[in-house]
C-alpha cells in the first residue's frame, strides 16, 4: 500500500511579470510523512515555488493539488485553513514582539485553534523556546529565531510545512540543530517541503528529494541515491 500523496504540483508555469516566467514546469510531488528537499542554484526557482504553492506567486499554468483539491489560485489565508504551513526565507517573525506573541499571532487567524494547549505543545517540541517564550524575538539568536517562525507556522497544526532555507545565515552549530528540529516536528506528523543551499545536509535528513535548475525538474530520487548521483555531485552537491 502506498501512502497519500498530500502536495503535489504538476508543470507548474509561475512566474512574476507576464512576459517571462520563472518556473517552466515544474511538478513534484509530497507523500504524508515524508521531509523532501527542493535544491538547485541560486536563481533556479526554488523560493518561487514555494510561493506559487502558498499561493503569493499566482500560476499562468500547471496545478497544485492539496489532499485532492485544486488550490491554484487560492489565496494564502484559504490555503492555510487547508492545512498549509510556511516559513519563508526571510522575515519570517515579529522581531519587536516576545515568542508567545509570535506565536498567538500565528493562531489569529484560526479561530477553532486553542491557543494555549497549542502554544504548550510547541514548546514540549521547542524547549529552547519554552525557556524564552517572554524574550524579544529580535533579541534572540538567528537559530532561535528561526524556530519562532517554524513554531508559529506550526501553530494552526497544517498537516504540511513548507521551509524556504531554514538553515539560511546560520552557525554551523545551529544548522545542526535547525535540522534536528526539523526532523522531530516531521515526527510529531507533518510532511515538510523544504528549500535548502545546504543540500548534502538537507538531503541526509531527507526521504527524497528534487533538483530545479532554470526552473525545471534535473533529478529527483531517495536523499540517499541522490547524496551518490556523481553528476549530481559535480554540478550542484558542491
Ligand atoms: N519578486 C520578484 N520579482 C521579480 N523577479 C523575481 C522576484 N523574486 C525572484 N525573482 C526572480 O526569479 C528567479 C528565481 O528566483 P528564486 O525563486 O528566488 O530562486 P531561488 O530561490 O532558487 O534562489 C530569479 O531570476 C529572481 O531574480
Ligand atoms: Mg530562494
Known amino acids: 500500500m502506498s501512502a497519500a ?9 509561475a512566474g512574476y511579470s507576464a512576459e517571462v516566467d520563472i518556473l517552466n514546469g515544474v511538478s513534484i510531488a509530497l507523500t ?27 500560476p499562468k499554468a500547471g496545478q497544485i493539488v492539496l489532499n485532492g483539491r485544486a488550490i491554484s489560485g487560492l489565496r494564502p489565508s484559504a490555503i492555510a485553513r487547508l492545512g498549509m504551513g510556511y516559513v519563508p526565507q526571510r522575515d519570517n517573525v515579529f522581531q519587536s514582539m ?16 486553542a491557543v494555549r494547549s497549542r502554544m504548550g505543545e510547541l514548546f514540549d517540541l521547542f524547549p529552547r523556546l519554552a525557556a524564552r517564550r517572554r524574550q524579544v524575538v529580535g533579541t ?9 517562525a517554524m513554531a508559529r507556522a506550526l501553530m494552526p497544526r497544517p498537516e504540511v510545512l513548507l521551509l524556504d532555507e531554514p538553515s539560511a545565515g546560520l552557525a554551523p552549530l545551529l ?4 535540522f534536528d528540529q526539523v526532523a522531530a516536528i516531521n515526527r510529531a506528523g507533518v510532511s515538510i517541503l523544504m528549500v535548502e543551499q545546504n543540500a548534502r545536509r538537507a538531503l541526509e535528513i531527507s526521504h527524497r528529494g528534487y533538483v530545479l535548475d532554470l526552473g525545471r525538474n534535473r533529478f529527483e530520487g531517495e536523499g540517499r541515491a541522490l547524496l551518490q548521483d556523481a553528476r549530481l555531485a559535480e554540478l550542484y552537491l558542491g
Do not use: W, Y
Open 98 to 113: 516576545t515568542v508567545t506573541e509570535n506565536l498567538e499571532l500565528g493562531a489569529l487567524p484560526h479561530p477553532g485553534i
Open 5 to 13: 500523496v498530500v502536495l503535489a504540483t504538476d508543470r507548474l508555469v
Open 175 to 178: 544548522v545542526e540543530a535547525m
Open 140 to 148: 534572540m539568536s538567528g537559530g532561535e529565531r528561526q524556530m519562532v
Open 32 to 58: 504524508a510523512g515524508e521531509v523532501v528537499c527542493v535544491i538547485g542554484p541560486n536563481g533556479a526557482g526554488k523560493s518561487t515555488l514555494m510561493k506559487a504553492v502558498f499561493g503569493l506567486v499566482r
